[in-house]
């Protein structure tokens, strides 16, 4: 059977398990966007995160009142864009509020998170952060309480070069340079009755087409992201079709999240499936209604432009264990970790359709990264972060054959609407993609054994004849263990050159631990 970009035969133990890797047998191009992060003013994710303006000892701190542990963690990830500032925050916040001398910014009353927001980390701030982080900002417009032409002074204090009021603003406030702010969201999850300013799917298509009309006579050279749902919903659906020559990128949302630990390591088949339904939304509506150039359909025009899935928002989080209101700190568990790695080879094996992921969130939010007042701890999260940030990327994604055992129950997603996905064939036990460098003879191969108590003593089939193998392992006797600023070591990566016995088939033996993530660096 066919499954998700690569070829799946159900055997019945892992004992029997193997994975068949052919560098020819190519995918997609992977784009690093993918491992892009997201801040959002919301508990301790700006004030007490990325920055600190009272507390953290000034050795820990530079001269932006950056915290320099978190910026070390963060840096890396090698993530290349960051979305701020939100969120749900973003449908009440109003941009001008956070830019001028500090000590003439208003405090405001946060309508999201039921908290006050002080404004003293905002637009010049948060690029500064940018160019120290070396990342590309990506801003989310306050469709929710905020106006067009707010959002068009915003796109034109960043982005402008004009004799112009909000250009001059920014040259006032001590940046005679444009930002090149490239990336804008119109809007956040606008469809919820959660959302300040929630708006039908009909209202939402008709006002953010507007809006699209307008910012791009502006600045023709941004990217605009229409506000999607999960990618499962009527509202994708219907917003495609009515933005899809307006837009760059549609962005989804999802959170999976489970007691149950192997319901928690499957349940991101259920963002693999969203991806598909949306990869095909976006295709009807391209169908239906063909880009134009010079005013006639044109398979030129339609060639050069090619919507992609902004996934903006994904994670492990149970609102239930981390409240909002209260902060939205997870405490995470190898399980959650292996879920992480999942995450990531659904990214890796859909990487045609996506132009850009984002982890919600990098710090103290739902967040790898954990702070105090003058440390940090990493969460188990983190790791499989940063092997795929820094190891699965410059490439091109393969097309692998998995033969593994079989996982045909329920898996978990936090949403009410869509509360069981599965995939279509069951998901698979054993986990795994792949990607070939560019310009090297190398192949990294991830793979997450998601059974909680069998070993996958696995045949990997190079097709050719290899010269190394070197492993890293995530891995804990308890899928429930988990760091904490008094054993922040507790469940850390091992790594280690591998002993290479290759049999007369070019196959190598290994085996994956039980509850297990492996990273392999295969040389040919």
Same mark, same amino acid.
């Given at each position: 059977?066919?499954?998700?970009?690569? @070829?799946?035969?159900?055997?019945? %133990?892992?004992?029997?398990?193997?994975?068949?890797?052919?560098?020819?047998?190519?995918?997609?191009?992977?784009?690093?966007?993918? $491992?892009?992060?997201?801040?959002?003013?919301?508990?301790?994710?700006?004030?007490?995160?990325?920055?600190?303006?009272?507390? !953290?000892?000034?050795?820990?701190?530079?001269?932006?009142?950056?915290?320099?542990?978190?910026?070390?963690?963060?840096?890396?990830?090698?993530?290349?864009?960051?979305?701020?500032? /939100?969120?749900?925050?973003? %449908?009440? $916040?109003?941009?001008?509020?956070g830019v001028g001398a500090r000590e003439n910014r208003p405090r405001r009353p946060e309508l999201a998170w039921l908290g006050e927001e002080s404004n003293q980390f905002g637009t010049?701030?948060?690029?500064?952060?940018?160019?120290?982080?070396?990342?590309?900002?990506?801003?989310?417009?306050?469709?929710? @309480?905020?106006?067009?032409?707010?959002?068009?002074?915003?796109?034109?204090?960043?982005?402008?070069?004009?004799? !112009?009021? $909000?250009?001059?603003?920014?040259?006032?406030?001590?940046?005679?340079?444009?930002?090149?702010?490239? $990336?804008?969201?119109? /809007?956040?999850?606008v469809w919820g009755d959660w959302q300040v300013g929630q708006m039908t799917k009909e209202d939402y298509a008709k006002k953010a087409a507007e809006w699209a009309k307008a910012i791009k006579l502006l600045d023709p050279n941004v990217q605009l992201i229409s506000c999607g749902c999960t990618g499962l919903d009527n509202w994708d659906h219907h917003v495609l079709d009515k933005l899809i020559n307006w837009v760059d990128m549609h962005s989804i949302h999802m959170y999976t999240a489970h007691d149950e630990y192997i319901k928690n390591v499957t349940a991101p088949a259920a963002a693999e499936t969203a991806i598909q339904v949306t990869k095909n939304l976006i295709d009807l509506a391209t169908i239906q209604h063909p880009p134009k150039a010079n005013g006639v359909n044109s398979l030129e025009a339609d060639s050069k432009k090619k919507v992609k899935i902004c996934f903006d928002e994904w994670n492990i989080w149970d609102p239930t264990r981390a409240d909002g209101t209260k902060g939205a700190e997870e405490k995470y568990t190898l399980s959650d970790a292996l879920a992480i790695a999942s995450w990531l080879n659904v990214f890796i094996r859909q990487s045609e359709s996506l132009g850009m992921c984002n982890i919600a969130q990098l710090v103290n939010v739902i967040a790898?990264?954990?702070t105090n007042d003058s440390t940090v701890f990493l969460q188990t999260t983190y790791w499989p972060l940063m092997l795929f940030s820094n190891y699965m990327r410059d490439g091109h994604a393969l097309d692998l054959h998995v033969e593994t055992k079989m996982y045909t129950g329920a898996t978990g997603i936090n949403d009410g609407s869509y509360k069981w996905i599965q995939g279509k064939f069951g998901v698979t036990l054993l986990d795994v993609s792949a990607v070939k460098k560019i310009g090297s003879d190398t192949i990294y191969i991830a793979i997450v054994n998601r059974s909680e108590d069998e070993e996958a003593n696995t045949k990997i089939d190079f097709h050719t004849k290899i010269s190394g193998i070197h492993a890293w392992e995530l891995y804990h006797d308890d899928v429930l263990a988990s760091n904490s600023f008094e054993t922040p070591d507790k469940v850390v990566l091992k790594e280690n050159d591998c002993q290479i016995i290759q049999n007369e088939d070019k196959s190598v033996n290994f085996t994956f631990q039980k509850h297990s993530f492996t990273l392999l660096e295969v040389k040919y």
């Open positions: 059977m066919s499954v998700y970009g690569q @070829t799946i035969t159900p055997v019945r %133990s892992l004992k029997n398990s193997s994975i068949t890797v052919d560098p020819r047998r190519i995918l997609a191009p992977v784009d690093e966007r993918i $491992y892009s992060g997201f801040v959002e003013h919301l508990g301790r994710c700006i004030y007490g995160g990325l920055v600190d303006y009272n507390k !953290t000892p000034k050795t820990k701190v530079n001269g932006k009142r950056h915290r320099e542990d978190v910026s070390k963690a963060i840096k890396d990830l090698k993530m290349p864009v960051v979305r701020w500032p /939100g969120g749900n925050f973003v %449908s009440s $916040y109003h941009w001008i509020d010049d701030e948060f690029i500064e952060w940018c160019h120290e982080m070396k990342v590309e900002p990506y801003f989310c417009l306050n469709m929710g @309480t905020g106006t067009l032409d707010e959002a068009l002074g915003w796109i034109e204090y960043c982005n402008s070069t004009a004799n !112009t009021y $909000y250009a001059n603003l920014r040259r006032k406030n001590g940046h005679p340079a444009p930002y090149n702010v490239k $990336y804008w969201g119109l /809007g956040n999850e790898p990264i954990m």
